[in-house]
């Protein structure tokens, strides 16, 4: 298929009458932890990407291409099943839907990253375009933590609940901020003094009667946090209203004493990795009050011990995971007192593994990050919490758990040695990628492997093309296009040429197309290897363009 290479981006509005916005290149989609935490806090990422400050080049604006053509073409490109060796192969189960708009402080749609800084979709970055949509429906469903960043706007943190093969919708706008102020008290109902307070990804310290300010917050469901040494965190939603003020009276936050908890692992199998330990509340009521998510997985070398300060009072589960082990048992109950230290000890036995070296032309892949995965992965948690039914993670914000996908890095010589985790699935996936990110290897595993060595390969993910053939188009044609559920910048199409859709992965795509409510394409499966073709024949209106009375309608200039 003949590549083409565009030099232009054009301008031309479209939704409510302005004009379309394609921007340059999007940035690059490595972009994880964006939520600090508090101190107790291990992060469970994996430290080979970390993110880069937001910067967006300025917005060129084009006038050569003149168009009568009002209404844009419209495809949209749904994954349906995803080759076995590429990135997000276990992604079965992750069909929660989410969609919305962030708009700036003058209400306009404005570009910007979400972050998923928690939940079971951590790490995972969606891009909003020129109009302020963003979008994906590949999804893992529970409750989700999405902060949005942009240039020369406050922060905004909020909880979304994500739920199975279903719809959820998150709309920020920046216009018209309200005031929040609040005080923080103590057990003895004393304003506590230099507490650390977050609301909506802002930070604010309380003075000496526990009172605190934060001059403009998003209206909307505000997440909230504070901490202060010797007393148990806080989490709490805040209801932000359009333009208005949070007085401290509406917003108090009373704090208790916390505990402190000791975790100790007996036994050193493995020692030169770190166990993680998950915790979390036994009683439900707890789980809200306290930000679970911050303080799980707590690190402990096998052999030695740790400590996690100021958590609260109640019954407490432990889940321990290690390479090459299985906690016995899988879960210790503990029980937390105000203002007391308890001290547990988790022990382990040896588990089977699955081990090999990891190379890189024919060198030992020192540091390479080697990952497998269960293929249903929401499934392979919910076994692991011991949960029965999807639903049953909205409850808190939860940690992916090492038994659904666990990542090490390979040693100075390039081996690894991971737990297999066959009791949950015979089937997985494993693959590797160098320190750099430039290169990957990946396996199905069947069950049964011991040993298994990877070779990585240089790749170019994502690079697979899908052409849409447009023949006789005289002038212009606005396009839109949405690839699951995240919306592309709009644009115009020049004459005469076909519209290249790049940056896919191979795998099997649902293809539709649409011009003013007329299907021209309906969900044509197509799998896709490198390039794929489609033949798309536009209606008159799609070619000769709108008269003056319809262009002035639908808002063209």
């Not at 939704?15 to 508090?38: H, Q």
């Not at 079965?92 to 708009?103: F, H, I, K």
């Not at 089977?352 to 060198?363: E, F, H, I, N, S």
Request: net charge negative.
């Amino acid at each position: 298929m003949r590549r083409r290479s565009y030099a232009w981006i054009a301008l031309f509005v479209a939704l409510g009458g302005g004009a379309w916005v394609l921007f340059g290149p999007r940035p690059d989609r490595r972009a994880p932890d964006a939520v600090e935490a508090a101190p107790a806090v291990a992060s469970e990422q994996s430290e080979a990407a970390k993110p880069a400050p937001v910067e967006y080049a300025p917005l060129p604006v084009f006038e050569s291409l003149e168009t009568t053509v009002v209404f844009p073409l419209e495809v949209v490109l749904d994954l349906a099943r995803l080759d076995a060796g590429d990135e997000g192969a276990g992604r079965s189960g992750a069909t929660a839907r989410l969609s919305g708009m962030v708009v700036d402080s003058a209400g306009a749609g404005t570009r910007c990253e979400l972050r998923f800084a928690g939940g079971l979709n951590q790490g995972r970055v969606l891009f909003s375009d020129g109009l302020g949509r963003f979008g994906a429906n590949d999804l893992y469903p529970g409750l989700a933590l999405v902060q949005v960043v942009a240039p020369g706007l406050p922060g905004c943190l909020r909880e979304v609940r994500l739920r199975n093969e279903r719809d959820a919708l998150l709309n920020v706008s920046f216009a018209r901020m309200a005031r929040v102020a609040g005080k923080v008290l103590g057990p003895d109902g004393q304003g506590v003094a230099e507490a650390r307070v977050q609301l909506d990804g802002q930070s604010a310290t309380t003075d000496e009667q526990g009172g605190f300010v934060l001059p403009q917050v998003a209206a909307g469901e505000a997440l909230l946090f504070v901490d202060k040494p010797g007393l148990a965190s806080a989490r709490s939603i805040v209801a932000v209203p359009v333009g208005g003020v949070v007085e401290p009276e509406q917003l108090t936050i009373v704090l208790e004493r916390g505990a402190r908890l000791t975790i100790a692992v007996d036994e050193p199998i493995n020692s030169g990795v770190e166990a993680l330990v998950y915790l979390m509340a036994e009683a439900s009521g707890a789980q809200r009050r306290y930000p679970w998510h911050r303080v799980s997985p707590v690190r402990v070398w096998p052999g030695g011990q740790a400590t996690v300060e100021d958590l609260p009072s109640g019954p407490l589960a432990l889940r321990l995971f290690h390479a090459g082990a299985r906690a016995k048992p899988e879960r210790v109950q503990v029980s937390l007192s105000p203002g007391e230290e308890e001290m547990v000890v988790l022990h382990m036995e040896p588990a089977p593994v699955v081990a090999g070296v990891v190379t890189l032309r024919g060198q030992p892949a020192r540091d390479a990050v080697v990952r497998l995965e269960t293929p249903d992965r929401v499934g392979s948690l919910l076994k692991s919490y011991g949960q029965s039914n999807w639903m049953q993670l909205e409850a808190e914000v939860y940690s992916n758990l090492p038994s659904a996908v666990q990542e090490i890095r390979a040693n100075g010589r390039g081996e690894y040695s991971i737990s297999s985790y066959e009791d949950l699935s015979a089937r997985r996936f494993l693959t590797a990628v160098s320190a750099d990110g430039r290169s990957r290897a990946a396996r199905l595993l069947k069950g049964g492997e011991t040993r298994v060595d990877l070779q990585l390969e240089a790749v170019s993910a994502g690079a697979s093309v899908v052409s849409l053939r447009l023949p006789s188009r005289w002038q212009a044609l606005p396009v839109r296009i949405v690839v699951n559920g995240e919306p592309r910048d709009p644009f115009l199409l020049p004459p005469g040429q076909d519209l290249d859709i790049e940056g896919l992965p191979s795998g099997e795509w649902l293809v539709s197309a649409t011009w003013n409510g007329e299907a021209l394409v309906e969900k044509r499966s197509l799998v896709l290897r490198q390039e794929a073709t489609i033949a798309c024949e536009l209606p008159e209106g799609a070619i000769a363009g709108q008269d003056e009375d319809t262009r002035r309608r639908a808002g063209a200039r």
